[in-house]
């Protein structure tokens, strides 16, 4: 048996070398994910807080809450959110009183997702107001949903309503084409802009039909006085 030590050839230099940097660049790749994320998330709570301040103008105090399908509870401590639970927002005023709800709403437009933020207001049993989190539609077309006066006309006094039984909407939100609106829970489309149209009515919908039928027979834990 020769004793002679095994070359290692070039190729094989060349693959332990790349294997070595791509586990070095994974290391620092992961390692800048976790040092960066504290910031990320703070950063968006930021972002989304803006969006809240936005739609709830009287707001000086945000408090996230998840509704469950038993209750609702407090975000904060809670480690992981409860099974199917939904993320709220109550909004308090300058005294401490309960000045609205706001929520998230998402689904596909023509793009991308368009997710809104929009404000519920409980004594009206009506949305009143929205804003963009985020979205990727057409320029000029789809994100007339943020500067078009006559739609952002529909979110004044959005009829969410519950239905007798408090298990659901009384009337399903929903988009109808531009200048056909016959009742207060119909959303008017956009002229040449019905998919996100449709997107926002659709996604709102979604949202309130889960949301508003857990949160309005607890709403004691927010306010304390039930409803």
Known sequence: MSDTPKTITPSFAMVRTLGLVSVICGIIIVGVYQITLPAVNANKKLALERQVFKVLPNAKKVVTYYATPTGIVIAEGQDQPPAQAMVFYAVYDNSNKLAGIAAEASSAGYADQVRVLYAYDIAKQAITGIGVVSMRETPG??????????????????DVRLSADMQALANAVKTVKHGTKTNPWQID???GATVTSKAVGRGINESAQTL???????????????P
């Open 141 to 158: 077309i789809g994100d007339k949903i943020l500067t078009d006066e006559d739609f952002l006309r529909n979110f004044t006094a959005l």
């Open 189 to 191: 489309a956009i002229a």
């Open 212 to 226: 508003i039928p857990r949160l309005l027979p607890h709403l004691e834990k927010l306010t304390g006085v039930t």
